[in-house]
């Protein structure tokens, strides 16, 4: 079945201890990307990639890192989380980069993240 | 990025009501697309726009590319129970229709009493 899966889906952690929530896909997608979900913010872009070895920063990107060393894994990375870092956190994949290909953006089903 | 401003916030409507929401934006898009989540989920793609004055349907579900391509409205007829959600818009403005340059609206919440 295809589709972009996350892990973990709930995660609870203390305020500076790393953290790595996984997203991979098994489309043979191009392009991934991770989002949070705020009330009243909607969905904010943290960061992209466009292929292997090639990521940019989104809107958001303040105290993420991320990598892209496969074409399948996009880790979104939390060196030192913080209180602010509490959010949904979802990862999207489309085949191509460009939204008026008509490729969709399949979105996984979420980690749901509490800094305390 | 862009700023997206998305009405109304929250809807609570009965069962069988029609329903419309909008999206605008200060700039130009060249690019909207209208996603809905589930509770639990991730959004998924209900309609996308290409072309100003674009009018899309999707069985009960209408979008259009606003003339000005600054706007785009999403109507649902006949609500049904299922329709509960978060629906939100996205574009891309002028100068990109990359992903990596698609910005969401705020979200609308809608709550559909049987």
């Known amino acids: 079945e295809a589709q972009v899966t996350q892990n973990p889906r709930y995660l609870i952690t203390v305020t500076g201890k790393k953290l790595t929530v996984t997203c991979s896909q098994n489309?043979?997608?191009?392009?991934m990307s991770w989002y949070r979900q705020d009330p009243g913010l909607g969905l904010r872009q943290i960061y992209y990639?466009?292929?292997?070895?090639?990521?940019d920063k989104g809107d958001v990107p303040e105290g993420y890192k991320v990598s892209r060393k496969e074409k399948r894994n996009f880790p979104l990375i939390l060196e030192s989380p913080s209180p602010n870092q509490t959010s949904l956190y979802f990862c999207?994949?489309?085949?191509?980069?460009?939204?008026?290909?008509?490729?969709?953006?399949?979105f996984g089903s979420g980690t749901q993240l509490s800094v305390l | 990025g862009q700023q997206l401003n998305q009405s109304p916030q929250s809807m609570f409507i009965q069962e069988g009501e029609d329903v419309s929401m909008n999206c605008t934006s200060s700039?130009?898009?060249?690019?909207w697309l209208w996603y809905k989540q589930d509770p639990g989920e991730g959004p998924v793609l209900l309609i996308a726009?290409?072309?100003?004055?674009e009018l899309t349907s999707n069985g009960r579900l209408t979008a259009q590319f606003g003339i000005t391509r600054k706007d785009s409205f999403l109507n649902i007829s006949a609500s049904i129970p299922s329709d509960v959600g978060i629906y939100f818009c996205?574009?891309?403005?002028?100068?990109?229709?990359?992903?990596?340059?698609?910005?969401f609206g705020q979200g609308t919440i809608l709550t559909v009493h049987p």
């Open positions: 999207a994949s489309s085949r191509r980069t460009d939204v008026a290909t008509n490729e969709k953006l399949f």
């Open positions: 489309m043979n997608h191009e392009y």
């Open positions: 990639s466009m292929n292997v070895e090639v990521t």
């Open positions: 700039s130009i898009f060249n690019t």
């Open positions: 726009l290409y072309k100003a004055g």
């Open positions: 996205a574009g891309c403005h002028a100068g990109g229709t990359s992903y990596g340059k698609l910005t």
